[in-house]
């Protein structure tokens, strides 16, 4: 046994409520062994109290498996995000934003980001019927698969404020950040876990949001680095769930929702997309993928159901020339359910 060989055996040891290990969610701070004493320190942020106990017990029935340990040192320092810290990083990394919103879905292809831009769209449009005009940012955090750019109808290299500050680009007066603004249209990310960790962290300090009412958040599917990375770095007044009908994406779904649930984030509600199709001759719905799947999940997970986006040639055609339906076509089926989706997500937020 040595110091190499024990960190290797800590990727054993899952983050609760993940299927992800430690070592690669980049929360093993130290892990030394010398002469026959293991110590391993954990560094995380947390609001759940009973993480620290659950992970030092992982560890610790870990390392009892390797007969060559005798003796074991084993701490958990969490630094927890109490109203005080919030408000640090609140001064220190996002000043000036309100509220933080992740929209999440558990699968790919449900149209998470399509909604996404349309979702920062009519909350900016709700904004002037009131006193004062909502400012909105949307940050995309789909690494590997960056589209708020496309989207947005947004592709110019953002501005260098400084050495280590960007000016986000504006687009239908939303502020957008996406790594797919950083890279060449060609060029694929191929990173490992902790450099997305790294880019979603720089997102939220080292771009100039300025006044936002809402920022948000595009997630990457599924429940991995980047799901964490923003649960950890960023104090989230709650998630969107994004799915469509069909039951492989309901399941997916609710699976993905329950990870919220572990780093404590408040689930606002559920979105179902591409819901039907309707027959522009009388009006009729046809429910190509099935129906009911997202009040299904929304009772799955005691939360609201937001309602119902229809499948809808004029939210594809806006998507590829980069304006959303929202502002190509207001008076559509589809930009009416998300103005009303947004609205009931005001009203979440409010209460909440």
Not at 54 to 74: D, G, P
Not at 143 to 153: A, E, F, K, R, W
Not at 164 to 169: D, E, G, H, M, V
Request: with cysteine.
């Amino acid at each position: 046994m040595n110091s190499a060989q024990l960190l290797d055996s800590l990727k054993s040891v899952n983050y609760p409520g993940f299927s992800r290990d430690i070592v690669s969610f980049g929360l093993v701070n130290e892990a030394i062994y010398k002469e026959g004493k293991a110590i391993v320190k954990i560094e995380l942020t947390s609001s759940d109290p009973q993480l620290p106990t659950l992970l030092k017990t992982q560890i610790e029935a870990n390392l009892n498996q390797h007969s060559e340990i005798s003796e074991k040192e084993i701490s958990v320092i969490v630094k927890k995000q109490t109203s005080s810290s919030s408000e640090e990083t609140n001064d220190s990394k996002i000043a000036g934003i309100k509220r933080i919103i992740a929209i999440a879905s558990g699968k790919g292809g449900v149209g998470k980001s399509t909604l996404t831009a349309n979702l920062g769209c009519a909350l900016s449009r709700l904004g002037e019927n009131l006193p004062e005009p909502l400012k909105v940012g949307l940050m995309d955090c789909d690494v590997y698969g960056p589209s708020i750019p496309l989207l947005m109808g947004s592709n110019v290299r953002p501005q260098l404020l400084g050495e280590n500050l960007l000016a986000p680009n504006e687009s239908f007066g939303i502020k957008l950040m996406s790594m797919g603004l950083l890279i060449d249209d060609d060029s694929p990310v191929v990173w490992r876990g902790p450099m997305v960790m790294k880019t979603i962290q720089q997102f939220a300090s080292n771009v100039e949001w300025g006044e936002l009412d809402y920022l948000l958040i595009d997630l990457p599917p599924g429940t991995g680095d980047a799901q964490l990375s923003l649960a950890q770095t960023l104090p989230l007044d709650g998630s969107v769930i994004v799915t469509t009908p069909q039951k492989a994406a309901v399941d997916v779904a609710r699976r993905g929702a329950r990870m919220f649930e572990k780093v404590n984030v408040p689930i606002l509600g559920v979105v179902e997309n591409m819901s039907y199709l309707e027959n522009p001759e009388d009006g009729g719905k046809n429910f190509l993928f099935g129906k009911g799947g997202g009040e299904q999940v929304a009772r799955d997970l005691e939360t609201q159901f937001l309602g119902m986006v229809p499948l809808n040639k004029e939210v594809r055609e806006g998507g590829d020339h980069g304006i959303p339906v929202v502002i190509s076509n207001p008076e559509c089926n589809s930009s009416a359910s998300l103005i009303e989706i947004a609205s009931k997500l005001m009203d979440a937020l409010k209460v909440n």
